[in-house]
Structures are given as structure tokens and as C-alpha cells.
């Protein structure tokens, strides 16, 4: 026992070292992996960051300027109504009370609001203010040019003001009806541009937007913004006009030879298009920072798992006697449970639930196949008559296993099985098909088994079943280590009895009224004529194939009694 409990001991003290040798070799390696995370890798997950926030970018700021658009045709549905004095006087005051960052609306026809505030607020005077405008709309006769032409898919180009107005204001372009005419004129909406600005985002180091001449509208760096700088030439710009994409990530070079990550995604507003850079090297050291932080987190945990291990070994140590008497009790346990039930196949060998199972006897509703060998007399050798019915009882065994049935050898003669018990999945239907289609298993298996030439001794012996199903005793049968879980009573000795008929009616396989019930819709049966050595009301169902339901699907042989004697013929 010393010497049990030793080797025991120094198995567990063994599998801590490889265990913590194993964990200590994944926690390097894993935290090797992120540490060289390939470049590719990282600037992808980098790039798609600034795809994501191109495309947010633009939906934000495209809202916007059709927001801006319907103010400016507000104002001028006002301006309309109430003619110029009227709109002046009250209504423009008001609106641009209620919306500060609406500068102006002038038209090349000759309307003119503007709000005074706004101009006011940045130091310019009225007049300062009315030569900003004048001077901007004569810089942009081409923008006009292209308003009247109709381009702009939903009517408006954006434009940048700013550096006529020394403060970062944004033109819109548009053709409406001009008040008290007939005909249409080209408007000029001026806005305010820090509100657009606050909507660019902050996934990139750089975001910007370009309208159709590649004129800078909106920039991260504001001081771009109100230098209206045209980016034309910028390498990425061009990267974008070439594509012909709505949007797209990419990396390349700047002019300065400094690798970007760059994302971008066009606008529905006449080529305006929301661009996002970001510094490859930014985002590499960022994330190699974040690789060496993992990297001394898993070496924390390491060292935590390395105390852990110790501790444990200590503790081992301590109860190693004692658990060491516990397993060996348990190990026991499990061989004598298992040694009980070893009519089961080992998949159903489950220890909690052997467990659960009373083994003083109860009555239990089963389907019982007995399987009942054929004469072996004319094999000529003792030892082929064993080979041969050993050969004949694993096709059987198999067979009931394959479809959940539990096989127990009854002596020379045959071998029964049960289902339902000690386990039922599927209720007792599912158990009597299970019975039906294990003996048709073996069925098959035999005739497979059957040489060809008569002449060659067989591999196995003639099988023929009897089903029944009905109520059997369960429980240990037997003394100590001879003891096993069995099935008595009288639905076992009716299978029995039922098999033994099979050479009366030329069939291999014969069911009682009670598994036809159960079972009946699944096959092809034929009843048997009755005989005067059963009981009155006694009736025997000579089990032919399974019953093919599928349309388009042909049943295959036999498919009636005659076709059944027919292949058995020469067989039995």
C-alpha cells in the first residue's frame, strides 16, 4: 500500500511540473505572437478603424449640409412671402436669431439677406462685409457656371469662403425660383464653418473634406480650413479621384516619404468627399506599446500560476496518504459497478447514472429480443462450433448495441436483448422500433455472413428472434464478484417462447400483438395463422422489412412474406 500511495504521489508531483512547464511554454509563446504581430495585421486593423470612421464622418456631415440646404430654402420661402422690407424688417432678424451660423443668401439676381451679427461678432463692418460677399462670388463665376449647368446630383456645390471672409464660412450653390419672378437664379448660402467642423471624426489623425475641385472645406488643422487650400496634388487625393470608388482604404506614401493608412468615402453632394490619414508609424509604436504591456501581463499570471503550482505541491504532499485511499475506494467502486453492468456497451456505462439505478429489483416496461441459435451440429470440429457460435454472438451483440439495446448471453443456445432498460431515451415506442430494427440488423448481418458456395463451412450459425414487450424484473442476480444486472419474468420467457416458432412458420423474426402496437406502423408484418399451443387471444406478426415512407422511393426486397421465405431459403 506505502508503495501504492508513493507512486501515486509521485505521478501528481510529476504532472505539476509538466504542467507548469506547458502553461509557463504558452504564456511565452502566446505573448510572443501579440509582442510580433505582424505589421500587415496591425495596419489593416488600423485602416479598417479609419474606414469606419470616414464612412460615420460622412453620413454626419452629409445631414448637415442638406440641413443647411433646407434653411436656406426656408429663408427663402420667407423672403418670398413676405417681400425684401417685410423680411428684413422682421422675419430675417428672427431666423437668424434662432440659427447663428446661417451668414448670408445672396443671389446673382439680386437678392441679398445677411446676418449682421455673424459679421459683427468676426470685426467686420456692414460694408466690409457686402465687398467680402462681392468678392467671393466674382473669384467663383466657374462655381456659378456649374450651378446653372445642373451639377451637384441634388442640386448644391459646396464651397470654401473662408479666406475671403478671414473666418472659416462655407458657400453652398444652388438654383431656386427667385422671389417675385418668373424665372430661376443661383443662390449663394454662406454658413458658419464650426459646426461642420465639430462633426469630423476623431478616429484619424487627419480628417478633411475636399469638394469637387479638391478645394479644402473642412480640416482637423483649422488654419487649413481658413487658408482654403486645394489638395489637388496630395498623392492620397489623387489615390481617391483615381479609384473611382465611393470609398475605399489604402496606404501610401506622402510627398515627404512618410507611409499613411488612409481611408475615404465620397458624399452624394457633387464629388464632396470626407478623407482620413493616419501615420503608420503613430500606429505601430502605439500598438507595439500595447503588445509589451500584454507582454507583462502574462508574465504576472505566470508567476501567479508558478505559486499556485507550488502550493499545491505542498498541499499534495500533506494528503497524498489520504487521497490516495479515496481514489483507490472510488476506483473500486467504479470496476464493481461496471463489472455489474457489463451487459451494457460502454457508451452507456455512464458512473452517475449506474448509480441511480436500484439494484435490489423493479419492475420495468422492456422490449426483449431472444435471439435464438440455429443447430451447429454439422459443423465437423469442436473448435469450429465454438469459432462459429462466438462468431454468430458478436453479429448479435453488435447488432443490439448499434441500436441502444443492452445484450446478455443466456446460454449455448442463444442470447437476449433488452431495451428500455436500464436507460429509456425515447419512451417504450422508440424502444420497441429499436428492438425491430437490431433484429433486422442481424438479420442482415447473417445473410451477409452465409457463403455462396454450400459447400464452405459456415461463419455462423442461423438466428432466429422473438420480440416481445411487456413488464420484466431487473436487478442483481448472483453472488459477489458472479453477481450481474439481469432480466426475469414472463416477458423474457414469452420472447423465448415466440423465437422457438420462427421453424414452424418458415420466418426468422416474429413480434407479439404487444410490440406490433408499439411498433407495428414502422414495418412491413404478416399475421400468422393461429396454433392451438398458444393462447386464445395470443396473435404472432412475421416481421418482413421496414416500411419505406419517402415518395419517389422504392421498397426495397422483401417486401412480402412470399420474398422473405424465398431468401431464407437454404438459410434456416
Known sequence: MNRRRGTVYTFVQGAIRVAMVFLALVCVITARLVYNTTAGELTRRAVKQGRENALNTAARLEASFRSAYADALTLLELNRAGGRQTILSGQAALFFEQRPEFVALVSDAGTRLVNETFFSKHGLSETASETAIDHYLEAEKELLERTIAGEGGVAMLPANASPYFGAPVLALFFKAPEPNTSGAAVFTAFFSADGFSRLLGDGADTTFLVNIRDDVLLHTD??????????????????????????????????????????????????????????????????????WKSLVVYGAALAILVIFFVVLSVLMKRYASKTVVEQENSIFERIRMRSLFRILPDSRKDDAALNKIPLDGENRDVTIVYAALGNSGKIPSPQKILETLNNTLSLAVDSFTKTGGAADTTGEDGLTGVWGEPFSENGAEMDAVNAVRGALLLRAAFINHCPEDSSSPPESVPVCCGINSGAALAGRVGVGEYAAYRYIGGAVKRARQIAALNKHFGTDILISESTMKLAGKYFITEEMPPLKTLKKKSRLFAVINVRVTKSGVDQPKPANISELRQMLRGVL
Request: hydrophobic content about 40%; aromatic content about 8%; overall charge negative.
Open 222 to 291: 483649422n488654419d487649413i480650413t481658413v487658408s482654403g487650400r486645394n489638395y489637388w496634388q496630395d498623392p492620397f487625393v489623387r489615390i481617391m479621384r483615381a479609384s473611382g470608388e465611393v470609398g475605399m482604404d489604402t496606404v501610401f506614401e506622402s510627398a515627404d516619404g512618410k507611409r499613411y493608412l488612409g481611408a475615404f468615402q465620397k458624399l452624394s453632394i457633387a464629388g464632396t468627399v470626407v478623407l482620413c490619414e493616419t501615420d503608420k508609424t503613430a500606429v505601430l509604436d502605439a500598438l507595439q506599446r500595447a503588445a
